[in-house]
């Protein structure tokens, strides 16, 4: 993910956060989403799953909740 950061972000070193925090944010996000998916019986597609982890991950969990 360090890589694709700093790939895409058009000033990796300016960013408002250390990039590791910004990195194991996403990542235990994506694994916490993904636990409770599986321990609930994966209630929803697996394709429903990714489009809105993606939306989370590039909108935020505000924005996609309404919030924002």
């Known amino acids: 993910m360090l890589d694709h ?7 990796p070193n300016r960013m ?3 990039k590791e925090l ?3 944010y996403v990542a235990h996000g994506y694994v ?5 998916w599986l321990e ?9 799953m990714a ?6 991950t590039i909108k935020g969990p ?3 909740a309404g919030l924002k």
């Open 5 to 11: 950061l700093e790939k895409y972000h058009p000033s």
């Open 16 to 18: 408002e956060i250390p």
């Open 22 to 24: 910004f990195i194991h």
């Open 32 to 36: 916490g989403v993904i636990s409770y």
């Open 40 to 48: 609930n019986d994966m209630q929803y597609s697996s394709e429903y």
């Open 51 to 56: 489009e809105k982890l993606s939306q989370m």
């Open 62 to 64: 505000f924005s996609v």
